[in-house]
């Protein structure tokens, strides 16, 4: 038996994967996927810019820990101060970061039942207890979340816009003037991952440092460097400085920095990548509805689509659409599983998607 | 003010960061170091094949959470089993996952006074109380740890071997003889990120998934991939399972596990960089004696010198070299910070340091 003596909290802990990888399921299945449309990542690919970057970068080199260039670009590019901003190895490694900053066991956290498991998981991770509120009408509910942290005095409140996973969003001014129901002591998490895929206004027309909220964005969606882990934080000074009491301050590859900052300097490419996006959803929502079914709009590099029953039927599509090579995935929760989740692909991907979908439903008509 | 209510732990910690990085210091002096001799990075580069691999990665896909294929490639190399292998973001990562698994607010752990400063900051992190023992001839010293650690029922236990900053290193037995003192319940964090430097015999033989410890090791070093961050675990199965729990499962970079696949793989260039290794840190004991210093004897990738008085006057050494473009660093602790510690470097930067020494020597004597 190891002599590693682990905490009570550690020792409460599942050993368990929030999600699981296509490379496991493809050894799983004993092949690559066809297409692969479950991760929402851009298959559209990183500016050639960003490729070169990373090739050129010295990887014997470790990266500068405080990302100085990188934030300087994004400062300017956002019009805001380098003092607003911290960038760390992704999303999910910033979320990790905040909920240790700031959720101690027993300490209350909101967010809505089926939005993103991986804060979910950091959030029990550090001993937290989560409180759930439903969607509403596939989207989540702002007003409801903020009511609820009032009510539980939670620290942290989980808001995705878009949301993720059903492409759902709010225009900023219905996030602003819900603020007004935040309790004080309790700090906004706004996960803007999909943010460059969304209509103007999506984003809440408020300083980056307004002192209610954190903003989660990330190089991993439009900007194609998912497999590069940059994601950056935006708010109060005061909560990006306490980023440093815990971070891993030599944790950023020094390729995907020089990456992240090629690929912020590309407006052109990002442009190209964001009429890619908006094609593949229109195709996917044509796909869709070719075969009686319902595509909930988006404003993300993804479609949801209603498979029109419930859950046990929507995993069988899924798993028809698995076992013919296409890769998606699905929400985990009543009543938004009874989806599956597209990322925006190819032409050829969503043609194999399109190919494979009418045998899935007919596979799992005789099923369910 | 944030709405941000940080727990009263993280309040309780500075914003501190254990090191600076050369690039700060860069851009503090207002010009590149000509001579980067102080991370104990490699510059003798990575492997052609890890370079190419990386260049060739999908960066818009996310890295295997699994990190399948370089586990599998590591268990071969090591003729260990998959079961005995975590990968993780660099072993600072990988030192952030066990300590927060383990150490819990006023938990004892044990370490070298002057050892490795991001272990530290990683206890303070979680809250643990650190006790250290003084280094014995410049050497951590194994008994004297172990025993320490029953002493204050500690739940790990650090040691470096090879050290870092001394680049002294004990023969396997003689951990392996003193495993015997080592308490049940506590865990030996074995730090053998330079072993690929140090001669046969200097890892204990005995196997990897030996209950009593955790081997942590690196593709930083020898391998030449420190902007990549890639370190592993090897452990008991039940320690390697636990990281499951809390870490950031698809926080690797995913350009960098092929990186880290290729490199493995080389073994050609591995020698080579380490003859390289060998000779740099002759050259570098001959430069510390031309100038009548004492090199310690180093099994790392580079060479500590001891310059024959107290710190202030080593610190005064280590300022003249800094303004003089050679970036080094120096050990924190007493009597450990008499000596500078130099990286192994190309000719060129040692030559640049041979003419840079006799200049910040004479500086600081006329100042200490």
Redesign the interface.
Known sequence: ??????????QS???????V?P??QE?ARGGAFDA?LG?N??????SPN??AA??E??????????S?DLIAALAAHLRTDPAHIMVG??I??LL?YLV?????EG?AVVTSDGAYP?FNYHVA?FGGVLHKVPYKGDHEDPMALFTKAAEVDA?LVYLANPDNPMGSWHEGDTIVRALDA?P?????VLDEAYIDCAPPGTAPDLPFDD????RMRTF?KAY??????VGYAL??P??I??F???R?????????QA?ALAALEDDAHLAHVLYQIDGARRRIAEIAIDNGLAPLPSAANFVAIDCGRDGTFAKAVLDGLIARGIFVRMPFAVPQNRCIRVSCGTPEDLDAFAAALPKALAEAATKA
């Open positions: 038996m190891t002599h590693a003596r682990l905490t009570p909290l550690a802990l599942p050993a368990s994967v929030p999600f990888g490379e496991t050894r692969r991760a990542e851009n298959v559209f690919g990183a960003a490729r990373m090739s970068a010295d990887a014997w080199m470790y990266g500068d820990p405080e100085h190895e992704g999910d490694g990790g240790r900053l700031c959720v101690g300490d991986t991770g620290k935040l004080q002591g309790c700090l906004l002192p209610r909220l954190v991993s194609g460097l998912a497999g590069a882990r708010g109060h005061d909560l400085t306490a440093h009491k815990v891993n301050h030599f944790g950023m590859n020094r390729a995907a990456g």
